[in-house]
Structures are given as C-alpha cells and as structure tokens.
C-alpha cells in the first residue's frame, strides 16, 4: 500500500518557499516595520482640514498618503502570505489580525481625502493642475475621484467606514481558517486500497485521477465535508453578503452589484449580457457532457468524472519543466519579459511551490509594490497544474510591469483587467505546446487541459455568479440566505447546466457555493469570463 500524506509545512524544503526573507529579513523586522507604521499612519491627520488651503497642500497629502500607503501594504502582505502557506500558524494569524487593524485605522485616518477634494471643486482642481506640474500626476486619479463623488460621503460617514474594514475582513478569515485547518476531510482510498490526503490544495488533483474509485472517494471526502459544516460556513458568507448589501447602500447605491461595477466604471449591461450568453450556450455544455460519457465509456456521467483526461496518456509536468515550457511559450511577448519570468520562478523564489497540511487551497498571485509578486500554488507536476502555474504568472508579470513603471497613485490594477493576462498567458503557452508537440497524445492532453479551464471559467463561474446575484437580491429584500437556500440555488443552477447528462447529486453539487473563498470578494467571479473572452 503506498499512501499519500501531506507534510507539515516545517518539513518543506525551503528552495520550494516564497522569499520571505526578501520582505522583511526576520520575523523581529517585520515588528519593527509595524510598529513604526503603527505610529506613523497618524500623520495623515495633519492634513484634514486643510486641503483647499492650496495646490502645494494637496500635493504633500498625496504623497505622504501613498508613501505611509506602501508602508502599510507591505506589512499587511507578509502576514497574510505568512498566514496563507499555514493557517494553523498561530503567529501568523495574529500578525494578520495586527495587520489588519492598522489597515483599517490608516484606512479612517485617511478617510476625508475624498470628500476634501470634491469639496475644493473640480474647476479648481483643474486649475491647479495647470499650475502645478507636482500635481499632473494626479489627474486621471481626480477625473476618477469625480466620478464617483456622488457616492462619496462626508468625512465622518467615511471614516466609519474605514474603521469598519477590519471587521468586515472576518468573515473571510472565518472560512478560511474552517476550511483550511480544522475541517477534518477523510483520506481519499484508490482502487488498490492506497490513502491520500484530500485538502483544497489536492481535491483537483485527485479529481483528474484516471482511477475512478479514487477520483469518486475524493469528491465525496471534500463535498461532505463541508456539507457537514455547512450551517457555520453558511452563516460566515452570508455575513459577507450582508456586508456587500450594507457597504452599498452606505453609499448609496441601488445594489451590490452596481456598486461592484460602478468601482471600475463596467457598466450593468457586461454583468448582464454574459449571464444571457451563457444561458442561452448551456446546449453546447449539454453536448460536451454527452460527448464526454461516450469518450470515458460511462453509462452515467458523474459530477467527479467531469475533469478526468480523455487523453490516453497524460505528461508528467515537473516544476522546473512547467516552467521551461511556460517561458518558452510567453516569448512573443519578448526575451525580456521571458527572462525575468524564468528567473523569478527559478532563481528568486517568487513561488510557493507545494502543498502541505494546513495551506489555503486556491492559487493566487499577491504582492505589493516593493517586493517581488509572489505566488502561492499547490503544484501536483500535472498539465493542469502548470496551466494554473501560467495563469498566477500571468497576474504576477502584470504587476511586475505595473510596479516598474507606474506611480504609486497607479501602482494597482481592476481586477477586470486582471484576469486578461492570466488567460493570455494560459493561450499562449497551450499553442506553443500545441505546435511543438505532434504527437496525438500529446495534443489531447493540451486540450483536456484547455477544457478543464473552460470549464471552471466558462462554466463554474458563470454558475456562481448566477448564484451570487441571486443571494444578493434575496438579502437586499430582506430574504433568508440559510444553508439550506444556499445550497437549492446552487442545486437547481447545476442541474440547469447539466442538462440531464450529468448525474444529479444535489447536495454534493449544492455545496460548491462553500468551496470557493472567491464568494466572499463582492462580485469577482464573473470577471474569469469576461478575462478569457478579452
């Protein structure tokens, strides 16, 4: 019997670990940093009050604010990349939670730049700008800032909101902490008996398997499991939606998802409109379900048989050769850029490579200007996987060149650009495999690997999102959002997309709604389809 457990994260070879180091030297410095940051974030106070005194004013408040801004960003990264590689890390929680709460005081000290500035006017901020190359810089930020001014508070309603940040920030370290640390998942038995462990970080891995038992145990480990824990997850996503029902209407918007939209300037109709494609292709899902049951030789198609491979064989994916073929295939995009890719992941360690006990599961791609833009994954030596590895480069790239050219008033991007380059990046490297590996076996591997990503972007998100909306509403008109709801709206969404050619297992497929950490950031999910798509 050979079984598969997951190391604890003392046991991980540091070459695989982010470059923590590169942060902050020593856990002592990241202290010192903080309690320096703690005391100095009070000095954005000195400008209330003042601001339409002058051009010149102005100019310092801006600075000072995004120079502490820096500051405060890159102690609040440490300690949730600390937190995310092990959240059974009780030093790392309470760093997170010292973080979090400068976070949220920086966040109220600073509250009355906005309505200070929309005060002045935009006619004299127009001036000053002519007057004032200091504050040229700043004019898309203005242009912006005007924008939203109508729902832009006063400075107390502002600073309340501020305050409140670190509160609403909870609900997510809740889950997070449930479904990475104390949530008991059984071990996943493959046909032959042989036990591996099953967290966020293996489930899709395991999932893949060409052993149908093991692919079924691993499923049925990680959807009971949080069915069993399904009431205190459900009432900590509610308190997010709560949260997002709350924030907007604080602000005076007529949804969540207005003000969700309205913060990137995406107008209602790029919500709707792909809801409405989606709907309206389901037939083609429909097709591939049945196509899919026939390639496997199924009698019934089962949710855990959705991302198994057709290919006959698939490649073994090393680390170093994921990255080999990634840097190969973003070349077009000039040596350059497929340079400092290779040597981030190879030679600076931007990349938390491995799973271990206690590692939040879903890959991400987080920095801030300033450091590198590292990326936590859970490599399993898979295409798949390596398609997930190009995907957080894609973002990590993004913001590399972001950081090197933009001001700090610019030094971040909408998560609705966001997801472009993670699937460009995805696209080219599938046809550089494509057109440098003939063999049959090969080219099916890569397309498996390309339906496997459409369907979480094309099909997953787009039913989440159906399912977000819906929870929403239902909030905003003062309905029930209990498990039990939860999960029938996910059910019934499910069995819309599947058409009758995917076995119904309606609690199994109900829960997914708490699988994903992704629901907690208010409207994110459609944003993977409309990345791929641009």
């Not at 092990?86 to 709460?101: E, I, P, Q, V, Y």
């Not at 006063?154 to 949530?183: C, H, K, W």
């Not at 077009?332 to 590692?359: H, S």
Request: hydrophobic residues 40%; negative net charge.
């Amino acid at each position: 019997m050979t079984d598969r457990i997951l190391a604890p994260r003392s046991a991980v070879n540091k070459a695989d670990t982010w470059n923590a180091e590169s942060v902050f030297a020593t856990l002592d410095d990241w202290q010192t940093a903080t309690a320096t940051i703690e005391r100095d974030i009070g000095r954005m106070q000195q400008f209330q009050g003042h601001l339409h005194e002058g051009a010149a004013v102005l100019v310092d408040a801006l600075a000072t604010y995004y120079q502490l801004s820096e500051r405060v960003n890159k102690i609040f990264f440490y300690a949730m990349f600390s937190k995310s590689v092990d959240n059974a890390d009780t030093t790392a929680s309470a760093m997170l939670g010292r973080a979090s709460a400068i976070f949220s005081q920086f966040s109220a000290d600073a509250s009355f730049l906005a309505p200070e500035i929309i005060a002045i006017g935009a006619p004299t901020i127009e001036q000053w700008l002519q007057e004032t190359n200091a504050l040229l810089v700043y004019a898309h930020y203005f242009d912006n800032l005007f924008r939203q001014q109508d729902h832009v508070r006063s400075a107390e309603v502002e600073e309340i909101l501020g305050l409140s940040m670190d509160t609403m920030m909870t609900f997510e370290q809740v889950a997070s902490s449930l479904r990475e640390v104390e949530m008991p998942y059984p071990p996943a038995v493959d046909s032959h008996g042989n036990h591996f462990d099953v967290s966020g970080g293996t489930v899709m891995t395991l999932t893949e398997s060409t052993d149908r038992e093991l692919r079924r145990s691993a499923w049925l480990s990680y959807a009971d499991t949080h069915l069993a824990f399904r009431q205190t997850l459900a009432n900590s996503l509610s308190g997010a939606i709560k949260r997002d029902v709350f924030t907007a209407r604080a602000r005076r918007f007529t949804s969540a998802l207005e003000a969700s939209l309205f913060a990137n300037n995406i107008p209602m109709t790029v919500f709707t409109n792909l809801i409405a494609t989606f709907r309206n292709h389901l037939p083609t899902w429909h097709k591939y379900w049945a196509v899919r049951r026939r390639v496997l030789g199924l009698e019934v198609l089962q949710p855990y048989d959705i991302r198994v491979p057709l290919a006959r064989q698939s490649p073994v994916v090393p680390f170093d050769q994921a990255v080999e073929w990634i840097s190969n295939g973003v070349r077009p995009l000039g040596d350059d850029y497929a340079e400092i890719l290779r040597r981030g992941c190879l030679e600076e360690r931007w990349i938390d490579r491995y799973p271990n006990q206690g590692k939040t599961s879903n890959a991400f791609s987080y920095g801030t200007q300033g450091t590198h833009p590292f990326i936590l994954t859970n490599y399993e030596n898979t295409l798949n996987e390596m398609s997930i590895l190009a995907h957080e480069l894609g973002h990590s790239m993004h913001s590399y060149y972001t950081w090197q050219t933009q001001p700090p008033v610019y030094a971040d991007y909408s998560l609705f650009v966001a997801e472009v380059a993670s699937n460009f990046h995805q696209a080219l490297v599938r046809d550089y495999l494509f057109k440098t590996h003939p063999d049959p076996d090969f080219q099916i591997a890569v397309l498996d690997e390309a339906m496997v990503n459409f369907h979480r972007y094309f099909f997953i998100m787009p039913t989440l999102a159906q399912w977000e909306l819906a929870m929403h509403e239902r909030a905003e008109r003062g309905q029930s959002i209990a498990d039990e709801v939860m999960t029938a709206t996910m059910a019934d969404l499910f069995a819309e997309g599947y058409g009758g050619e995917v076995a119904e297992d309606r609690d199994r497929t109900g829960i997914t709604w708490a699988e994903f950490g992704h629901m907690y950031a208010n409207f994110y999910v459609f944003q993977y389809a409309t990345g791929i798509s641009a």
